[in-house]
């Protein structure tokens, strides 16, 4: 015969219950966060040609400062980039005195506005939908103004 004790049986781990249950929670935590992180990689994004657009500016009004006249920038790259790309500066770029370090998300150009004025413009596919966003600067207002579509 057994004796009168019984063993308790002592369970090691998780029920599947629990660990649905915890996995529900962490999908609902990360339905929330997404979203919240495309928005802020979108501005960590923007911030390229944000710098990239006040330098131009300022390297225009020295210029305007200098020669009474600003400097035309043809666009670069040359098309718009769909990844990080290297900035080559052209004569124009090297005149001015604007070369970012290293890789661009953006495309850089200077328009001429009349004798002293001048529109710089960054322009990204950031979010690879083929809609095309913009920045610009006019050199009047020296206003940051932005179209961006689905960004």
Known sequence: MRSGRMRSRTRSGF????????LSIMGIVVS???PN??????????TEATIALETMAHLEL???LETGA???????????P???TPFAATETWQR????PQGMVR???????TGQAGFVARARADLDHDGLVGEYWLDGRDLELRSSNPGE
């Open 15 to 22: 029920t599947l219950l629990e660990l649905l249950l915890v």
């Open 82 to 84: 769909a990844d990080r």
């Open 62 to 64: 020295v210029s305007i």
């Open 96 to 99: 001015l005195g604007f070369a």
């Open 106 to 112: 953006y495309q850089y150009e200077i328009e001429k």
């Open 37 to 46: 992180y495309l928005v802020y990689r979108q501005r960590a994004l923007a």
């Open 32 to 34: 929330m966060t997404v």
């Open 70 to 80: 600003s400097i035309a920038c043809e666009p670069a790259p040359t098309a718009i």
